[in-house]
Each structure stands twice: as structure tokens, then as C-alpha cells.
């Protein structure tokens, strides 16, 4: 069954609260579809607008059963050309063969006290086989000790190997970026908390943002270490994004700063740059939680964001001309305050217009009429706050991640989804007809 957008679009002149309550308590599954189709303006209000393209959605759960779905990344793992399935589970790292998503389990700790928590896959050895930079032992109130980073290395035949690098109290969150002009990228590792920080708002000490080289041969050489900064607080998220299109990879990042635009300038030196505001409210209620940049029509560029920390509002940055010879930061706009804790966010062309939409994993359920799930927005106006929201499957995924990409290779970019709560894995397949 298709999840199918509402048909009748919702204009603010005839919207009361008592129809959109009413709309929230529909039974969706009996009546065919599961999708309610809004048109957001600047800060949550709705708008009259054109119709835009309606995206359709097939669900498909898979067998596989997971304790909590951390991550997940959508890659070719065993070099056939197909994009696999690659998941940290709390006790486990494995990959889903494509197409028929064989589990193959190729990392288990299951008397392991602590979580893994995240990865991110690169030919780390150079062999030409994908290997796993993995972060665990990940103990949530504890800024002092614990917190592994190690590799798996794939091997030809045979078990995956598991090869420690370092400790950071609190590792969240890994990516590899080739900073300025490397040629090489490094394994960049952010703990979510400074080391040695305290609640309530552990924003007493910065989060070192580490960089990590493999040397020659890293099954037994010592990887080189760098501090990239320290300035930054409570770093839930960040990612490689070049944002003034110059070639080279730079960093975002969600912190208790909101998005700070982290690059390295000619002589070496690493240069941070605010551009959003984040909430403005005392720690921990502050800040933003996960970020991704998207690209809209003529060129234009945003970023999304969950706010605050652990947050409730899916929150969208549009960038102002000539931003990067001001200070000025980027106008903010939240899209959507119907949710609690939003743990996942993409930007991806779902519907071959010229923008791309914004995909966001929604956790937890905030009543039963705000449920869990899969919510996209899709610009219609996004310099003046306009955006049309549509909800897929409430309640059917608990998301804790997600990712994008075309799986199938039918030329639309697909879904796929991992849950907490729920515990399982479920791809949606694009149904749009160009």
C-alpha cells in the first residue's frame, strides 16, 4: 500500500484548531493514506500557496530486529555495484546485503556494558574494501572516561577485525572530511560533551573536535591526533559540507553556538563562523541538536536544523547574499514545533524539481495526534518561510537515524529508516512519477 499525501490542501483562511485537531485524530490506516499535507510559513504559521508536486512513499519493513538503531549509511559493501545497508546496533555493527537485505553481523559485543554509537565507512587501510571507523563505549552522563574510537577492518576472507585508535569521554559522532586542501581526508571525531563538563547544561568546558590520521599502516602504527577546536558546547551533530563552493570540504556543526561554519584557511589554521542562532535560551534549552546543508533553486542554500538541544522544532537557516563577507547571521524560521525530539535530518532532491526537500526522523511521540515518524518539507517560498510538510507512517518508525539515497536505481532517491523504540529497519521507496 502506497502512504498516499491528503488531497484536500489546508489554506489558513479556512483552518481553525479544532480542524486540525481533528485531522491529528483521523484513523489513517483505515482510510488508506498516512500523510497530512500542510503549508508551513515563517515560524510554524500556515500559508496559501501553489499546489506542488505530491511524493508518494512505499513502505518496506525488513526483518531485521535492532536494539537501538544509532546509525545508518547506505553504501556499496561487498564491491557488486549495489548500495547496501550498513547499521550500528547498541551491541552490534552489521550490513544488509542488497536486494534481498541478507544480514551479515561483522562486529558483536553483546556482554559489552556500553554502547557503539556511530560510524563512518572508508577504505582506511587502502585495499580497495570499505572499512568501519567506529565510536563506542558511549556512556551519556559520563564526561570523565570511557568513549572509544577503533576501526573494522574488512577483510578479503574471513572476520572483520576490530583495531583500537583513542578514547574521548562522550564520542557521538565521526566523519571522514579532507579539510582545506588535503588530498587525504581525516577521521574527525566530536564527543557531545567538553570533558569534565557537568550538568545541569555541561557547558562548562568546550568539546574537543579531534582529527585522526592513519598512518602508514594503521593496524600498528599510532594514528596522529590534532585539537580543531575547543571553542564550541554540547556538539550533538555536525557534517562535511562545502558551503561557498570553492572545492574544498568545510564543517557544520549543531552546538549549544547553533551552526557554526568550522573551515581551514591557507595558512593551516582553522577559522570558525556563526551563521545561525540556534535557540536562544538558557543551557540546556539551547542551542541546536543536528544539522545538514540543502540546496535550493537559482543556487540558493540552506541549512536545517533540530532545535534545541534534544529538541522539539525542525528549524530552517536560508543564507543571505554575500554572507561570507558579513557577520550577519542567517535568517531563522521554524518549520515545525508538532514533534518531540527529532533525531535525524537529510536533504535530498525527492522529486526532480530544482530544490531539495527536507527529510527529518522524528524520535518520539509528542501526543497521539504528533507522533513518531517520517515528516518532509518541501520548499515553496524558503527566503519568505514558506515550506509544505508532509507526515509518512506516523508512529511506524521510532527514528534515531536515517539516510538517503537511490537504492533501487530507478534515478529517485529512497528512505531508509532506523528506530529506537521500535526497533526496526524500514526503507521507504520513492514512488514519484517525473
Not at 89 to 101: C, G
Request: glycine share 8%.
Amino acid at each position: 500500500m502506497l502512504f498516499m499525501q491528503q488531497s484536500l490542501l489546508v489554506q489558513w483562511f479556512a483552518v481553525s484548531l479544532s480542524h486540525l485537531a481533528w485531522i491529528s485524530t483521523m484513523n489513517y490506516k483505515s482510510l488508506n493514506y498516512a500523510s497530512i499535507l500542510l503549508f508551513l510559513g515563517t515560524q510554524g504559521s500556515l500559508s496559501t500557496s501553489q499546489a506542488v508536486a505530491q511524493l508518494n512513499f512505499e513502505p518496506q519493513e525488513l526483518t531485521t530486529q535492532l536494539q537501538v538503531g544509532y546509525a545508518v549509511e547506505a553504501l556499496d559493501v561487498n564491491q557488486d555495484d549495489r548500495l547496501d545497508i550498513a547499521i550500528v546496533d547498541s551491541k552490534r555493527v552489521l550490513w544488509l546485503e542488497a536486494p534481498d537485505w541478507v544480514e551479515h553481523v561483522v562486529y558483536e559485543t553483546p556482554d559489552a556494558k556500553f554502547d557503539n554509537v556511530c560510524f563512518a565507512p572508508h577504505d582506511i587501510d587502502g585495499d580497495g574494501l570499505i572499512d568501519f571507523a567506529l565510536g563506542a563505549d558511549w556512556q551519556f552522563g559520563n564526561s570523565d572516561s570511557g568513549g572509544t574510537i577503533g576501526w573494522l577492518q574488512q577483510t578479503s576472507s574471513g572476520p572483520w577485525v576490530y583495531h583500537a585508535i583513542a578514547s574521548e569521554p562522550t564520542t557521538h559522532r565521526m566523519n571522514w572530511i579532507a579539510l582545506g586542501d588535503s588530498s587525504a581526508p581525516s577521521l574527525i571525531v566530536a564527543p557531545l560533551k567538553g570533558r569534565g563538563s557537568r550538568p545541569p547544561g555541561f557547558d562548562q568546558v568546550g568539546v574537543r573536535m579531534l582529527a585522526f590520521d592513519p598512518p602508514a599502516d594503521p593496524t600498528q602504527q599510532t594514528w596522529g591526533r590534532r585539537v580543531l577546536t575547543d571553542a564550541l558546547h554540547v556538539m550533538h551533530n555536525f557534517e562535511a559540507s562545502d558551503l561557498d563552493d570553492d572545492g574544498q570540504s568545510e564543517i557544520i556543526t549543531a552546538s549549544y553556538e547553533g551552526v557554526t561554519w568550522i573551515r581551514m584557511n591557507a595558512q593551516g589554521e582553522i577559522e570558525l563562523k556563526r551563521l545561525g542562532a540556534g535557540q536562544e535560551e538558557p543551557a540546556p534549552k539551547r542551542g541546536a541538536s543536528e544539522i545538514r546543508a540543502g540546496k535550493l533553486a537559482g543556487g540558493g542554500k540552506y541549512l536545517a536544523t533540530i532545535e534545541p538541544w534534544h529538541g522539539d522544532k525542525v528549524v530552517v537557516y536560508v543564507a543571505p547574499e554575500s554572507w561570507q563577507q558579513s557577520n550577519q547571521l542567517w535568517p531563522r524560521t521554524v518549520l515545525d514545533e508538532q514533534l518531540a525530539w527529532g533525531h535525524a535530518v537529510a536533504c535530498a532532491n525527492l522529486d526532480g524539481d530544482a530544490d531539495q526537500e527536507l527529510v527529518i526522523g522524528v524520535r518520539d511521540n509528542q501526543s497521539d495526534q504528533h507522533r513518531c515518524g517520517l515528516r518532509i518539507y518541501d520548499p515553496i517560498d524558503a527566503p519568505a518561510g514558506k515550506w509544505q510538510r508532509s507526515v509518512f507512517d506516523p508512529g511506524g518508525v521510532a527514528i534515531e537515524d536515517l539516510t538517503v539515497a537511490d537504492l533501487d536505481g530507478d534515478g529517485d532517491v529512497d528512505i531508509v529508516t532506523v528506530g529506537r523504540a521500535t526497533h526496526n529497519v524500514k526503507i521507504y521507496w520513492n514512488q514519484f512519477k517525473k
